[in-house]
Nanobody
Framework: QVQLVESGGGLVQAGGSLRLSCIAS????????MGWYRQAPGKQRELVAT?????ATNYGDSVKGRFTISRAKNTVYLQMNSLKAEDTAVYYC??????????WGQGTQVTVSS
């Protein structure tokens, strides 16, 4: 089992920045991809960014150039700059390990006021 604890969400004005963190604990061996997804009210959960164990990154089109994903050991970060009202959502951390079902965090609310 892997436990994920997210932090860093909150309320920020448009144009501002936030940094999300997600710490994995438990059976963290062989963690491969770590990532962030988000879900706004009435919308489907969507990809924000992922990062592989080798450091390869992938971003959703709406956040390219504004968000940066990084990782250190069993922690994944999401630096969010130039935030927009449409970035308002619950942000979820996700980790993947070969041979295991993906694990999700409980989510952290990000609210951007315009």
């Amino acid at each position: 089992q892997v436990q994920l604890v997210e932090s860093g969400g909150g309320l920020v004005q448009a144009g501002g920045s936030l940094r999300l963190s997600c710490i994995a604990s438990g059976s963290t061996f062989s963690i491969n991809t770590m990532g962030w997804y988000r879900q706004a009210p009435g919308k489907q959960r969507e990809l924000v960014a992922t990062i592989s164990s080798g450091g390869a990154t992938n971003y959703g089109d709406s956040v390219k150039g504004r968000f940066t994903i990084s990782r250190a050991k069993n922690t994944v970060y999401l630096q969010m700059n130039s935030l927009k009202a449409e970035d308002t959502a619950v942000y979820y951390c996700k980790i993947e390990r070969p041979g295991f079902r993906a694990s999700w965090g409980q989510g952290t609310q990000v609210t951007v006021s315009s």
